[in-house]
């Protein structure tokens, strides 16, 4: 096997392990320069992707370490695109969890009234301490 069948546009690839609707938004988010790959810093889409290489990126509001396993053949269901990485990334709270606990700390009981001046502050405080 020669290393350019072993090897696959990092664009379609990313489009095939799923990351990306279209390989048109993966070819743009490539050349945005916010990818790394093995810690390097790049963009342009047609970089070769190949199995044990470690690609870092930002969907969303998340930060995503992949390790490439394995090359696809096509876009094919979500069960064969998880065979195609290992997820690196570290747990960390998104940014919807965050709001789901404050949206839980600041909740008052309804007819309670408006929070005074001084409920406020410790609001503010406790907050503050998170």
């Given at each position: ?13 990313l ?54 396993v ?29 709001a ?27 907050k503050?301490?998170?």
């Amino acid at each position: 096997m020669t290393e350019d069948a072993r090897a696959l546009r990092l664009d379609k690839w990313l489009w095939y392990a799923r990351f990306f609707k279209t390989r048109a938004n993966a070819t743009r988010a490539i050349s945005s320069g916010r990818f790394r790959l093995d810690g390097e810093v790049m963009s342009k889409p047609h970089r070769a992707a190949v199995p044990g290489q470690v690609l870092t990126f930002l969907q969303g509001d998340r930060v995503r370490v992949i390790r490439i396993v394995e090359l696809g053949t096509r876009r094919g269901p979500a069960s064969e695109a998880i065979e195609l990485y290992e997820d690196l990334s570290p747990a960390a709270e998104t940014r919807r969890e965050t709001a789901a606990t404050a949206r839980e700390f600041e909740s008052r009981d309804a007819g309670a009234g408006r929070p005074t001046k001084r409920d406020r502050r410790v609001t503010q405080q406790l907050k503050d301490t998170l």
